[in-house]
């Protein structure tokens, strides 16, 4: 089995930044795609952005430039800086990890319990 850890969600005033994290464990092989969602209330959960094992990254175009999605692969750890923040950018925000948890096994997607991150003056 394999657990996400999500943190780094809270309150911000329009304008400043948050950086959240998705913690992987358990039993990992290796983890291949990375990525966020996020959904507000009332609408469908929508992608962030995700980033591939090799480095390769895509964004919302609703974040793109303001928002930058890495991994360290040596914590299985996926983070999401995300800077310039708006009102509409307030949404739970859930991390999806692609695992495979031995070398013979298909990957397998994850969810993160989901953070809360409230932009408001």
């Not at 464990?25 to 983890?31: E, L, Q, R």
């Not at 750890?77 to 948890?101: F, G, H, I, W």
């Amino acid at each position: 089995q394999v657990q996400l850890v999500e943190s780094g969600g809270g309150l911000v005033q329009p304008g400043g930044s948050l950086r959240l994290s998705c913690a992987a464990s358990g039993s990992i092989f290796s983890i291949n795609g990375m990525g966020w969602y996020r959904q507000a209330p009332g609408k469908q959960r929508e992608l962030v952005a995700t980033i591939t094992s090799g480095g390769s990254t895509n964004y919302a175009f609703s974040v793109k430039g303001r928002f930058t999605i890495s991994r360290d692969n040596a914590k299985n750890t996926v983070y999401l800086q995300m800077n310039s923040l708006r009102p509409e950018d307030a949404a739970v925000y859930y991390c999806y990890l692609e695992v495979k948890e031995n070398w013979y096994v298909p990957a397998h997607p994850y969810w993160g319990q989901g953070t809360q991150v409230t932009v408001s003056s």
